[in-house]
């Protein structure tokens, strides 16, 4: 805001500071995630609708997924916010998207109403390859515990397994045989054994 920069002395023309934080990877963060899978539970807080703010946009405004992540954390200190649209519609977690494997067909949350991640491109091109049916849906409460997985597909682990949704297991609980197909076959992709570098960290 030029009004503020200016009444602290800045120049009213303001240039662009690009800075680059990088990090390594804490695998073992997510070692318990592979083995166990993950609990997912919804909280009151809302997702923004795309009306208000486009699902498209990569922004750090994200108090809301803050407020539900404590919500979440009171019911279970390990669990992952996944987040219900004003109709009562999945969408994505605070960051990742969510899939969900039902009836021989792998369904995404509908892309406006998300923000759409690298690694869920990777996961549609590799269920191309295999033959598995993807597609964009409305997804409700409803079709998480009746499906066979779930997962969130994400940067720093690639595709974690959901097996528990608000308390209730999916499927029976454990991360599922097509979750690991899909890690075995990105991990040829990259060349690096994804699970094992991960299950395996210290």
């Known amino acids: 805001n030029p009004i503020y920069a200016g009444s602290a002395g800045i120049s009213d023309v303001l240039k662009p500071t690009v800075v680059q934080h990088t990090f390594?990877?804490?695998?073992?963060?997510?070692?318990?995630?592979?083995?166990?899978?993950?609990h997912c539970i919804t909280p009151s807080v809302r997702h923004w609708p795309p009306e208000c703010l486009s699902s498209k946009i990569k922004n750090r405004n994200r108090l809301h997924f803050w407020v539900g992540e404590q919500e979440v954390h009171l019911a279970d200190p390990k669990a992952m916010p996944l987040y219900l649209d004003i109709d009562g519609n999945i969408t994505e977690t605070g960051g990742s998207?969510?899939?969900?494997?039902?009836?021989?067909?792998?369904?995404?949350?509908?892309?406006?109403?998300?923000?759409?991640?690298?690694?869920?491109?990777?996961?549609?091109?590799?269920?191309?390859?295999?033959?598995?049916?993807?597609?964009?849906?409305?997804?409700?409460?409803?079709?998480?515990?009746?499906?066979?997985?779930?997962?969130?597909?994400?940067?720093?682990y690639c595709l974690g397994p959901v097996v528990k949704f608000n308390g209730k297991n999916i499927g029976d609980g454990r991360p599922g045989e097509l979750w690991r197909r899909i890690i075995d076959i990105w991990s040829k992709r990259v060349g690096k054994d994804i699970y094992s570098e991960i299950v395996n960290s210290k």
């Not at 990877?25 to 997510?30: R, V």
């Not at 295999?130 to 940067?155: C, H, K, L, M, S």
């Open 24 to 38: 390594p990877l804490p695998f073992s963060m997510w070692s318990g995630l592979f083995r166990d899978g993950i």
């Open 97 to 156: 998207n969510f899939l969900i494997y039902k009836d021989g067909e792998v369904i995404s949350p509908r892309s406006r109403n998300i923000l759409w991640g690298i690694s869920l491109t990777v996961v549609a091109e590799i269920l191309s390859e295999i033959g598995i049916p993807f597609r964009e849906d409305d997804i409700q409460a409803y079709d998480v515990i009746n499906a066979e997985e779930a997962w969130v597909p994400t940067t720093p």
